[in-house]
């Protein structure tokens, strides 16, 4: 599986770790960047260009890095198609994938060590969507809003 990466300054050390893990794991690691540390850069051009990488890349998941994560999440759920959960615990990156069939998670590096990132990384990559009939209709009605912006 392909799997892009963002971050900004503050989740550039975490990043590169990540990178590394997810081909370790089997997986294909695009690094959307940056590619070098520089202090107070933006995350929104990285962010969302791995949130456009992985709506068109169907299949495809999506980590992004910041100090808290918010942003990055805020950022990545702006991208038709993303579904971009803030994970702080093994049970919110389980829940992302397996209730809300989440392409892309948010990782507050400065809110967990690369150890504690790595951790919410593989239990996001590994957990599957449920399929269950009322997720499925839930991210339906949420899909259909993206399309047509009701109100």
């Given at each position: 599986?392909?799997?892009?990466?963002?971050?900004?300054?503050?989740?550039?050390?975490?990043?590169?770790?990540?990178?590394?893990?997810?081909?370790?794991?089997?997986?294909?690691?695009?690094?959307?960047?940056?590619?070098?540390?520089?202090?107070?850069?933006?995350?929104?051009?990285?962010?969302?260009?791995?949130?456009?990488?992985?709506?068109?890349?169907?299949?495809?998941?999506?980590?992004?890095?910041?100090?808290?994560?918010?942003?990055?999440?805020?950022?990545?759920?702006?991208?038709?198609?993303?579904?971009?959960?803030?994970?702080?615990?093994?049970?919110?990156?389980?829940?992302?994938?397996?209730h809300n069939d989440a392409n892309v998670i948010s990782i507050g590096?400065?809110?967990?060590?690369?150890?504690?990132?790595?951790?919410?990384?593989?239990?996001?990559?590994?957990?599957?969507?449920?399929?269950?009939?009322?997720?499925?209709?839930?991210?339906?009605?949420?899909?259909?809003?993206?399309h047509h912006r009701s109100k």
């Amino acid at each position: 599986m392909r799997v892009y990466l963002g971050s900004d300054h503050a989740g550039y050390v975490a990043k590169r770790a990540l990178v590394r893990r997810v081909g370790e794991l089997g997986h294909e690691p695009v690094d959307i960047g940056p590619h070098s540390f520089v202090e107070g850069d933006d995350y929104p051009p990285y962010v969302l260009e791995t949130a456009r990488r992985v709506a068109a890349d169907p299949g495809s998941l999506g980590v992004v890095l910041g100090g808290s994560g918010n942003g990055e999440a805020i950022a990545a759920n702006k991208v038709d198609g993303v579904r971009a959960v803030l994970a702080w615990s093994e049970d919110t990156a389980r829940l992302g994938r397996e209730h809300n069939d989440a392409n892309v998670i948010s990782i507050g590096a400065r809110m967990h060590s690369v150890r504690e990132a790595t951790h919410l990384l593989e239990v996001f990559l590994k957990t599957p969507f449920s399929h269950d009939a009322r997720h499925a209709r839930r991210i339906g009605m949420l899909t259909d809003y993206e399309h047509h912006r009701s109100k």
